[in-house]
């Protein structure tokens, strides 16, 4: 089955730590892209990557960190420099770089702050 | 900066009733539109896009929108909405670099 991994489901946070979401996958697609989903605002862009070895920030970057040494994988590390991390996070990917490429997504990932 | 805005937040309709939500950007280059639905507890899925030709475009499930350019608008529609549509709708729009940008999202709830 052809698709975005998304580990864990949920993530529990202790204040100071640095955590790492993953985002797996299988679709051969070019770029991904990290979201953040709070209740009322809809998705906002974490980083994104269009290609291995580089990505961008997006909108609300600050606090979060990425990396994108392979084609299949995306981790993202929320850092104890981010304030209110408790969000829920999806994970997209597109076929190819464009805007007007079609997203897929993940489960998500809930992360929780103790 | 490009924007997106979703006119609604809450709509709740009747079975068979038309559906409309509404959805401008803001931006000003060649944009790529798009609406998303996420049905509960399921991931995020297209219903349909536009990035050219006909502005009047046709989606899964009976779904359409119109591009308004002179509007910046591109709005959903149903003529008959299911009991099965009951889910969280979010507009969005591409540029030409691969960034996207979301609405805040409506929830629709249809009640039998």
């Known amino acids: 089955d052809g698709g975005i991994t998304q580990s864990p489901k949920y993530l529990f946070r202790k204040e100071g730590q640095n955590v790492t979401l993953s985002c797996e996958q299988n679709?051969?697609?070019?770029?991904m892209y990290w979201y953040r989903q709070d209740p009322g605002q809809g998705l906002r862009l974490i980083y994104y990557s269009q290609i291995v070895n580089d990505f961008q920030k997006g909108d609300i970057a600050e606090g979060y960190s990425v990396s994108r040494e392979k084609k299949e994988s995306f981790p993202l590390t929320v850092t104890s420099a981010q304030k209110n991390p408790t969000a829920f996070y999806l994970c997209?990917?597109?076929?190819?770089?464009?805007?007007?490429?079609?997203?897929?997504f993940g489960p998500g990932t809930r992360l929780l702050v103790l | 900066a490009q924007s997106v805005s979703q006119h609604n937040h809450h709509v709740i309709l009747s079975e068979a009733a038309s559906l409309e939500l509404g959805c401008n950007y803001s931006y000003g280059g060649t944009v790529n539109l798009f609406w998303y639905v996420q049905y509960p507890g399921q991931h995020l899925q297209l219903l349909l896009k536009?990035?050219?030709?006909?502005?009047l475009v046709k989606g899964i499930k009976g779904f359409e929108a119109e591009f308004i350019k002179s509007k910046f608008s591109f709005n959903l529609r149903k003529p008959s909405v299911q009991w099965s549509d009951t889910a969280e709708y979010f507009c969005?729009?591409?540029?030409?670099?691969?960034?996207?940008?979301f609405g805040a999202g409506t929830q629709v709830v249809v009640t039998p």
């Open positions: 536009y990035f050219s030709g006909d502005p």
């Open positions: 997209a990917s597109t076929p190819r770089q464009g805007g007007w490429e079609t997203q897929y």
């Open positions: 679709l051969n697609h070019d770029a």
């Open positions: 969005a729009v591409g540029d030409s670099w691969g960034k996207f940008q």
